[in-house]
């Protein structure tokens, strides 16, 4: 099986490498003499996808980079974005904040366009017959371009021109709404969706679920609850399911969280409650997403006792908890000051053998332990924590080297935990580079030239 893969990986990679050079000189891709590609049948489908995938990568960030922010501050919230103005602030040379601002111009406008041309060329030169997997490839990088009329003119030109092939179909214009609601385009992933019936695709409740949770995302609750109402109509083609419910619950305890309003807060984690009692009346079964949702808005808010309470619920109906429902109690713990019930709730859930405890788990306990001025504690969770197999941030450690120093425990800094911890944390920075290679290191010289 080895002997038989590895070669056509290495045929793609070599034919997306060839076309990146085309890509990146912005050459015609039918440039003679001497042709760039080899001929059929060394063009399949996988090669095809592996050279737009690699256009994309290289023109476009990923979205878990998009509105990434320097120092400690954590990431700022994902708000619809407005491309007409975006352009604008551009072209007059203003301030462009949000996504926009972390890419380069001029390839997020040269990766659609020579990505569709690539498209277009491979099936008219090379006689190439594209399927639906290329398609809805070719598609998603005209979405992460941002390129929604290129977008819908290809749809709408694909499902014309093929029509009794069914290239379109309703999971690749589900996945074109993911890709947008990660790019903060709701209103243009709604523009997508309403636009199945020109595709000649009909929604299902996938479709549905997939809009809901772009728009949850950019903070629009009010159209998110007009189309849940629609489900829920009597005799409706795609009523609601569990995953359905599950989306808004998690949205509103996740999203009401990062307002600054309490009363908005508030009012947000009850509609979330409304809806999980709702959920119960019709029948469904909630899962250990939709418990974990709540019990972290809860332990957010301070709501200790309704978080246990959900706890039990959850216990009783035969739904298992696993490290993020853990993470959530160690979480508030950790915040209140209240570190040995933190280490409870570790050791409980190491003992039930209900999840593997991570670099999530371990890290509010280290940070309270080093408030707390209980150093030594915090080094034998340090050093827990890297036996188990996990390495921990960056942060973490210089806090608990920094804190052993000023309490006169140098002694404790092992050479071998050291060597491991720096070992792991420059061996993530490597597999990162890899996804994204725009990033700096300061205060790591062994780090900073690569």
């Given at each position: ?20 050079v ?11 003499p ?12 996988d090669a ?12 476009f ?8 922010q ?16 975006e ?9 462009l904040?949000?996504?926009?601002a ?24 090379l ?5 639906e ?14 390129a929604?009329?290129a ?5 709408k030109?694909?499902?014309n ?6 290239l379109i179909t ?14 903060g ?15 000649r ?13 772009a ?43 990062k307002?600054?309003c309490?009363?908005a807060?508030?009012?947000r ?18 899962d250990v ?11 957010k808010?301070?709501r200790?006792q ?6 039990e619920?959850m216990k ?19 915040a ?7 280490i409870?709730?570790?050791?409980d ?11 999530s ?8 332990l ?17 036996d ?6 960056e942060?973490?450690?210089r806090?608990?080297c920094?804190?052993?120093c ?7 800094l ?8 720096k ?11 890899k996804v ?15």
């Amino acid at each position: 099986m080895t002997t038989t893969t590895n070669p056509l990986r290495h045929n793609h990679k070599h034919l997306a490498n060839q076309a990146l050079v085309f890509f990146i000189k912005d050459r015609p891709f039918d440039t003679h003499p001497s042709p760039p590609f080899p001929t059929t049948p060394s063009w399949t489908s996988d090669a095809v996808i592996e050279v737009l995938r690699s256009i994309a990568r290289f023109s476009f960030h990923s979205p878990r980079s998009i509105g990434r922010q320097s120092g400690f501050r954590h990431r700022t919230p994902l708000r619809q974005r407005n491309l007409d103005d975006e352009l604008r602030k551009l072209r007059d040379g203003t301030l462009l904040l949000g996504p926009a601002a972390y890419r380069d111009p001029h390839w997020a406008n040269l990766g659609p366009r020579k990505a569709l041309e690539f498209f277009r060329w491979v099936e008219t030169r090379l006689g190439f017959t594209h399927d639906e997997v290329t398609c809805r490839e070719m598609a998603c990088v005209l979405a992460k371009g941002n390129a929604t009329k290129a977008l819908w003119d290809f749809l709408k030109e694909t499902s014309n021109k093929h029509n009794s092939s069914n290239l379109i179909t309703t999971a690749t214009i589900t996945c074109l709404i993911k890709l947008l609601g990660e790019q903060g385009l709701a209103n243009e992933a709604s523009l997508t969706f309403y636009r199945m019936k020109q595709f000649r695709c009909r929604p299902d409740v996938r479709a549905y679920n997939t809009l809901i949770y772009a728009l949850c995302r950019v903070g629009n609750f009010s159209k998110a609850r007009l189309l849940l109402e629609q489900m829920e109509l009597p005799g409706f083609p795609c009523p609601p399911d569990a995953f359905t419910y599950t989306i808004l619950i998690s949205s509103y305890s996740r999203h009401g969280m990062k307002t600054g309003c309490r009363k908005a807060v508030r009012r947000r984690l009850y509609e979330a409650g409304r809806l999980f009692r709702l959920m119960l009346f019709k029948g469904f079964v909630p899962d250990v997403v939709t418990y974990n949702a709540l019990i972290d808005g809860c332990c957010k808010t301070y709501r200790i006792q309704r978080a246990f309470e959900l706890f039990e619920d959850m216990k009783r109906r035969g739904c298992v908890p696993n490290r993020v429902t853990y993470d959530s109690f160690i979480r508030y713990y950790s915040a209140v000051n209240e570190i040995d019930k933190a280490i409870e709730i570790l050791r409980d859930m190491q003992r039930l053998n209900h999840g593997v405890a991570t670099c999530s788990s371990y890290t509010p306990i280290i940070h309270a332990l080093c408030e707390a001025g209980r150093v030594v504690d915090a080094w034998g969770f340090l050093v827990e924590l890297v036996d188990g197999g996990s390495i921990p941030r960056e942060y973490t450690y210089r806090l608990v080297c920094d804190a052993l120093c000023l309490a006169g425990e140098d002694g404790l800094l092992g050479d071998e935990v050291h060597k491991r911890i720096k070992d792991g944390i420059w061996k993530r920075y490597r597999q990162t580079m890899k996804v994204k290679p725009i990033m700096t290191r300061k205060g790591y010289p062994e780090i900073e030239p690569v």
